[in-house]
Structure formats: C-alpha cells, structure tokens
C-alpha cells in the first residue's frame, strides 16, 4: 500500500509541475472607478489567498495558477465601508471553480448578477447542480413538513421515524444520482467532485475504488485525486482486504 501511496505522489508530482499554466481572470463591471475593488479569494488545502485588483472604468484582471481546480469566490466591494464582526452586510460576489483558464466576466454594475464565460469547470459545476436540484429539493420539502408540524406532531416518535424513513429513502437517491453522474462522465473534473462527495461514513471502498478506476488518468493524476485515493487507501474497510 504504501508503494501505491509513493507512486501516486510522485505522478501528481510530475502532473503538478505540467500543469502551472496559469489562469487569467478579467473583468469588466460597466464604468466602475474608485473606490470600487474586485477581490478573489482562493480556497487551497485548507488555507485561503486573498488577491485584490482596483477596478479601472469597470476593469479588473486576476491573474496566476492553480495546481488543480480550486473553490473561489469572487466578490467586489464597491466603497471604502469595512467588514466589521456582527454587521450584516450585502455582499456582491460569485462563487466559481477556479482552473488554469482564461475567463471573463462582464457586468453591467454587479458581480453577482454579472456573465461568466471561459469556466468550464464553474459551468460543469453548474450541470450538476441543476441535476441534483430535483432530488434535493425532495429533502427541503421534507425539512419544510417537518418545520410546520405542531409542536406536539415534531414529539411524535412514530412520526419522526416515518420521516427519517423517507429522508434515507431521498439520500439514496441523491447517492444514486451522483454516482451516475461520475459513471457517464468519467472524464469531467466534477465526476471527481462528486465522487468524493459520497464518501461518508462507512462507505464501502472497494466499490468506490472501482468506479475511482474508471475516470479518466488526466484526472486520476491531478492534485485532488492525491486526497481523494488517500481517503480510498486508507479507509478500515479497505484496509482488511
């Protein structure tokens, strides 16, 4: 096991060396000027990078590399007002998935309302929540039943156990639905996404392992699949056989 762990590394080495071709983000949000500023926070391993670009009538640019796609969010501040802990504060901003790409985003006065073009990765992703969005709206309307039971109907322990009943039933389906997501879209970064998503408690990792093994190398080779295989090698199950 452990010489399957070092051969992992060194391939996602080697794809991580190959792959620093950088991305390019820019961005244009109508005339915007000072004091207006666009900032793009990056999620890596656990930590965040915070980079900022003053908007130049409505213009912005981001630019640097990712050794493999990462969550971001986009966000503008458009006056000098600062964050302050217990403010609600209206935030202008879009999440992406951010890969070594050349993306534009245009605006007329908003981030959040503005057109994104050249993501792939952040249009995929959208795919697959439009997918999902059936199936997780069974689960929210289930929540909503239960959210507008009297008092003395959320104490009914029959009821509770019909409910948790059917909420399994609707897990199940969500489960399903990813995994056929992964199945017919080897290929797509969000297959690994998905996958990884499906991981809790007490998964069975040979099977997982199985369908792990039939997305595409580019993609079992990238950085992600790093913790991905490390989360399949390591589990107790896996480790018996």
Request: no cysteine; aromatic share 6%; charged share 25%.
């Amino acid at each position: 096991m452990k010489k399957t762990l070092l051969a992992a590394t060194l391939v996602i080495s080697a794809f991580v060396a190959s792959a620093q071709t950088g991305y390019v983000i820019n961005g244009q949000i109508g005339k915007l000027g000072k004091p207006a500023k666009a900032f793009l926070l990056i999620k890596l391993e656990g930590a965040q990078k915070l980079d900022s670009a003053e908007l130049v009538n409505g213009a912005f640019t981001f630019k640097g590399s990712v050794p493999s796609p990462m969550e971001a969010t986009l966000r503008l501040k458009h006056d000098k007002s600062i964050d302050t802990p217990g403010r609600r504060i209206k935030i202008d901003g879009m999440a992406i998935i951010l890969g070594n790409e050349n993306i534009t985003i245009t605006g007329k006065d908003s981030i959040k309302t503005a057109v994104i073009k050249g993501s792939t990765l952040t249009d995929e992703s959208k795919k697959v929540d439009a997918l999902l969005a059936p199936v997780y709206g069974k689960l929210k309307a289930l929540e909503k039943e239960f959210a507008d039971q009297p008092e003395a109907k959320k104490q009914d322990k029959t009821y509770i156990m019909d409910l948790e009943k059917r909420a399994k039933v609707i897990e199940k389906e969500i489960f399903d639905a990813k995994i056929n997501y992964v199945k017919q879209n080897p290929s797509k970064y969000m297959a690994l996404m998905a996958l990884n998503s499906t991981l809790g408690p007490g998964f069975d990792a040979i099977e997982m392992e199985k369908i792990f093994a039939n997305i595409s190398p580019e993609l079992r080779n990238s950085f992600s699949e790093n913790r991905l295989l490390s989360v399949l090698l390591t589990s107790k199950k896996h480790r018996k056989v």
